[in-house]
């Protein structure tokens, strides 16, 4: 099983500031690597995948970047409705696995 | 539009079975996977299985494989998740959720879950 681990597990930030998430896989995951955002009480919901694509609807400050084992999630402002836990996920092997999540937090 | 509706909150005791239900609308049911991931109290998210609706093929997660059992109905658009015997620590919300086309197979939609709690 592939394990994600991500980093940090709590961010704590200002309005404005940008924000740098990690996400490290246990062995490559090649492009089958994705971000969702779930806000309290919210289904989850898809935010980039196959590293640096945006869904539908998801605004341009949230990009993705990295390859093989090391991920990134950037806020590059960070706006009070991103707080959130964000989870990145890999479906490369089966069973598909979820890192344990960045909370995000407005300081 | 594509949506997945799940049904209602459930209060189980211990022992009993269950089957709760994903209903996909807007989109060829058919034609798209249906997964389920399981989130237990303040806790992550955890992949339990998947099911094409097709065909019935269907894999689980090493974790719940033998715990639970996903079906689905294809005359009528459902996903099922169901359980034989109910223990507490199956009490979690579970999703439902759709990969969409544009994505190449990224699970875009998502059922709004459902409240599973087991209690003595």
């Known amino acids: 099983e592939i394990v994600l681990t991500q980093s940090p597990a709590t961010l704590s930030l200002s309005p404005g500031e940008k924000a740098t998430l990690s996400c490290r896989a246990s062995q490559s995951v090649g492009s089958f690597l994705a971000w969702y955002q779930q806000k309290p009480g919210q289904a989850p919901r898809l935010l980039i995948y196959?590293?640096?694509n945006r869904a539908s609807g998801i605004p341009a400050r949230f990009s993705g970047s990295g390859s093989g084992t090391d991920f990134t999630l950037t806020f590059s402002s960070l706006e009070p409705e991103d707080v959130a836990v964000y989870y990145c996920q890999q479906r490369r092997n089966w069973p598909w696995t979820f890192g344990h999540g960045t909370k995000v937090e407005i300081k | 539009e594509v949506q997945l509706v799940q049904s209602g909150a459930e209060v189980k005791k211990p022992g009993e079975s269950l089957r709760i239900s994903c209903k996909g609308s807007?989109?060829?049911?058919?034609?798209?996977?249906i997964g389920w991931v399981r989130q237990m109290p303040g806790q992550g998210l955890e992949w339990m299985g998947i099911?094409?609706?097709?065909?019935?093929?269907?894999r689980y997660s090493p974790s719940f494989q033998g715990q639970v059992t996903i079906s689905a109905d294809r005359s009528i658009s459902t996903a099922y998740l169901q359980w034989s015997s109910l223990k507490a620590s199956d009490s979690a919300i579970y999703y439902c959720?759709?990969?969409?086309?544009?994505?190449?197979?990224?699970?875009?939609?998502w059922g709004q879950g459902t409240l599973v709690t087991v209690s003595s």
């Open positions: 959720a759709s990969p969409a086309a544009y994505t190449g197979g990224w699970w875009a939609f």
């Open positions: 807007g989109y060829a049911f058919t034609s798209y996977y």
């Open positions: 196959g590293i640096s």
């Open positions: 099911i094409y609706p097709g065909d019935s093929d269907t």
